[in-house]
């Protein structure tokens, strides 16, 4: 199945300054949303796989805009969500998020391992999601769990399913709760694969 991409949102938030502390380098979170037309919204469908089928050409759309977006950047961690109009269900971005959606993202980082944290719900036009992220080598990284705040106006209308990735180039900034380090679970993955 083709999805219907009807809309395209970019969001880029640098951090440099949290609670007094600069971040050196600051911490980027770049978001890429795709908003689709939701080709079940009002029906009572079983067989979900045309849109898990259809969730990889969505991903390579997605990857399209994503890659000018992290030239250069250190993607660290990530997060995936859905937010699925009125008419729809929760399933429905169940659905467009499973590892074939995700791999294409995976490749275009760098193929990480860590499972990527995700949120879905059903919502009028305009709500709040926050995006849960982790760490791309390892879900064990402390200082890289984060949530990415993201808010539409307009979307998703009750036929649409916003589907959102989010990248962020570090830990949070001040993180000092200790534990395994990125470059100790990067090291660790090299390790392990050599």
């Not at 689709?36 to 009002?42: K, T």
């Not at 467009?96 to 995700?118: E, H, Y």
């Not at 036929?159 to 990067?186: K, Q, S």
Request: charged share 20%; proline share 6%.
């Amino acid at each position: 199945m083709d999805l219907v991409v009807r809309r395209d949102i970019i969001q880029r938030d640098d951090l440099h300054v949290i609670a007094g502390r600069a971040g050196d380098p600051p911490l980027t979170r770049i978001s890429v949303v795709s908003v689709v037309e939701n080709p079940f919204a009002g029906q009572q469908v079983d067989d979900l796989s045309p849109l898990v089928d259809g969730s990889i050409g969505l991903a390579n759309h997605m990857v399209e805009i994503a890659t000018g977006l992290c030239r250069g950047l250190d993607i660290q961690s990530y997060g995936k969500a859905g937010l699925v109009g009125l008419a729809g269900e929760q399933e429905h971005a169940n659905a467009l998020l499973t590892t074939a959606f995700a791999n294409p993202l995976r490749d275009m980082i760098g193929d990480p391992v860590a499972w990527i944290s995700s949120v879905t719900k059903v919502a009028p036009a305009g709500t709040l999601i926050d995006v849960p992220v982790n760490n791309i080598h390892d879900i064990y990284v402390r200082s890289h769990y984060d949530a990415v705040s993201l808010c539409f106006p307009g979307t998703p209308m009750p036929d649409e399913i916003a589907v959102i990735f989010c990248m962020l180039t570090r830990g949070r900034i001040g993180a000092r709760v200790g534990g395994l380090t990125h470059e100790e679970a990067r090291s660790r993955r090299k390790a392990a694969s050599a």
